[in-house]
């Protein structure tokens, strides 16, 4: 059902009218972000931009208004400190239709976040958990409420061990990456079945970019490391725009099955247009997926909780 609504032509001009519409984006202000706002805008859709750097969402932010026309409301949040998180969705005025997790860091030596985290889990994945968990009540009170939260390839490599989810006992950047998008892979899909199972209207997906040329890769390395990278970027990689176009289409087709992961459908997903991309069967295990959910609640102190019967 999930590969016959996206169809085997997605193109940006797939996307619907957005007008009436208002999202919520984090990390938009370079990279995957930025593209997925902009061609989000470019449809009509109003945005609320939650960033660690006012200066750097208010210049995203006047290039959108210049460029499309359209309401950009601009508020600060970092990832790594949950305190923030609490203060954005206290702030935040007016509907929200869709929440798109997109924010994040990748590889770097072991840090942590304000609140204890190993940085990479703190940041892509609980700091989102708790994000969506405090903005469920305003995206329940709408008709059709949509969560997209970015996963990665590398979720295959990933593995949970929860008496040490912090790589106390020993760290690696690529594991805790790895870890960090398969916690984000199972978490979307475990709101997915939770939401229909409460018969809510919420749905929740995933979405991958592939390879796409970004400076996430480089940010976080040094040496030889930094420049395959580069040298990557420059031959293989597919622009970001292009690897925005997953999450623009998880965030706006209409008709796309609940819980579906969507990716890049060319060369192992890593690019081509949008498609049904391959997990790995720790993403789909529902054990797993209950245990990561009383982990996460319990690090965040945030009760991710979904009412009973149909709303909006």
């Known amino acids: 059902m999930a590969r016959a609504?996206?169809?085997?032509?997605?193109?940006?001009?797939?996307?619907?009218?957005?007008?009436?519409r208002r999202?919520?984006?984090?990390?938009?202000?370079?990279?995957?972000g930025r593209a997925t706002a902009l061609a989000l805008a470019?449809?009509?859709?109003?945005?609320?931009?939650?960033?660690?750097?006012?200066?750097?969402?208010?210049?995203?932010?006047?290039?959108?208004?210049?460029?499309?026309?359209?309401?950009?409301?601009?508020?600060?949040l970092d990832l790594a400190d949950l305190a923030t998180v609490r203060s954005f969705v206290d702030e935040l005025d007016g509907p929200v239709d869709v929440?798109?997790?997109?924010?994040?860091?990748?590889?770097?030596?072991?840090?942590?976040?304000?609140?204890?985290?190993?940085?990479?889990?703190?940041?892509?994945?609980?700091?989102?958990?708790?994000?969506?968990?405090?903005?469920?009540?305003?995206?329940?009170?709408?008709?059709?409420?949509?969560?997209v939260s970015l996963s990665s390839v590398f979720h295959r490599f990933g593995r949970f061990a929860f008496d040490d989810m912090h790589f106390t006992r020993g760290y690696a950047q690529n594991a805790a990456?790895?870890?960090?998008?398969?916690?984000?892979?199972?978490?979307?899909?475990?709101?997915?079945?939770?939401?229909?199972?409460a018969g809510t209207a919420l749905r929740s997906y995933a979405a991958h970019p592939g390879y796409s040329a970004t400076d996430l890769q480089t940010d976080g390395v040094e040496g030889v490391t930094r420049l395959t990278m580069r040298?990557?970027?420059?031959?293989?990689?597919?622009?970001?725009?292009?690897?925005?176009?997953p999450t623009v289409c998880a965030a706006t087709l209409p008709e796309l099955p609940n819980g579906t992961f969507v990716g890049p459908s060319k060369l192992g997903g890593y690019r081509g247009t949008?498609?049904?991309a391959a997990s790995s069967r720790l993403s789909r295990d529902e054990a797993v997926a209950c245990e990561?959910?009383?982990?996460?609640?319990?690090e965040s102190a945030v009760r991710v909780r979904l009412p009973t019967g149909p709303l909006g």
């Open 177 to 197: 990456y790895a870890r960090s998008k398969l916690a984000t892979l199972v978490f979307a899909r475990e709101l997915a079945r939770r939401a229909a199972a």
């Open 231 to 245: 040298l990557g970027n420059a031959l293989l990689a597919t622009s970001a725009e292009e690897g925005a176009w």
């Open 23 to 32: 999202v919520v984006l984090t990390g938009a202000t370079r990279g995957l």
């Open 42 to 76: 470019s449809k009509g859709a109003s945005l609320v931009l939650p960033v660690r750097s006012p200066a750097a969402g208010y210049a995203v932010a006047e290039e959108i208004r210049r460029e499309h026309g359209v309401d950009v409301t601009v508020g600060h």
């Open 292 to 298: 990561l959910w009383e982990f996460s609640e319990r």
């Open 274 to 276: 949008p498609g049904v």
């Open 99 to 147: 929440l798109i997790n997109n924010a994040g860091r990748m590889w770097g030596p072991r840090m942590t976040t304000v609140d204890g985290f190993e940085a990479q889990l703190g940041t892509n994945y609980l700091g989102h958990f708790a994000l969506t968990g405090l903005l469920l009540p305003t995206l329940l009170a709408g008709p059709a409420p949509r969560v």
């Open 5 to 20: 609504a996206i169809g085997k032509r997605w193109t940006a001009r797939s996307v619907p009218d957005l007008a009436g």
